[in-house]
C-alpha cells in the first residue's frame, strides 16, 4: 500500500474501532458501495426530472426564463429567516472563495 493509505489505515486502528487492516479495508469499501447506490440513486432521479421536462416542453409547458426567476426569487423571498441564511451560505460555497464561507456559514450555525 501507499505510505498514506497505510497512514490512514493505522490511524484507524489506533482509534480502536478496528481490530485489523481487513476490516478497515472492508469498511472503506462498504462506503464506496454506499456512494455509489447514492450517486446512481440522484443520477435516475435525475434522468426522470430531465424526461419530464422535455415532455412538457415537446407539450408547450414551458416558462420563459425571465419569469422563471421572477418566480424564484419571490420563492426565496418567503422562506423563513434560517432557510434564506442556508441559501446564501450555499450561494457563497458556489463561488472561488467557497471554502472561506463555508466556514464562515459552518460556524454561523453553531452560534
Excluded: H
Excluded at 482509534?15 to 472503506?28: C, F, M, R, T
Excluded at 456512494?35 to 415537446?58: H, K, P, V
Excluded at 426565496?76 to 434560517?82: A, D, E, K, M, T
Amino acid at each position: 500500500m501507499p505510505p498514506e493509505v497505510e497512514a490512514l489505515v493505522q490511524g484507524q486502528l489506533t482509534s480502536g474501532k478496528y481490530q485489523n487492516a481487513l476490516e478497515v479495508i472492508l469498511a472503506g469499501i462498504k462506503l464506496l458501495e454506499q456512494q455509489e447506490d447514492i450517486y446512481q440513486g440522484q443520477l435516475q432521479d435525475l434522468q426522470q426530472e430531465a424526461r419530464i421536462g422535455w415532455e412538457a416542453s415537446r407539450r408547450g409547458e414551458v416558462v420563459d426564463g425571465s419569469i422563471a426567476m421572477a418566480q424564484i426569487r419571490a420563492n426565496v423571498r418567503s422562506l423563513p429567516p434560517q432557510a434564506s441564511r442556508a441559501l446564501r451560505c450555499f450561494r457563497r460555497s458556489m463561488t472561488s472563495e467557497g471554502d472561506r464561507e463555508m466556514g464562515r456559514c459552518s460556524d454561523a450555525k453553531k452560534n
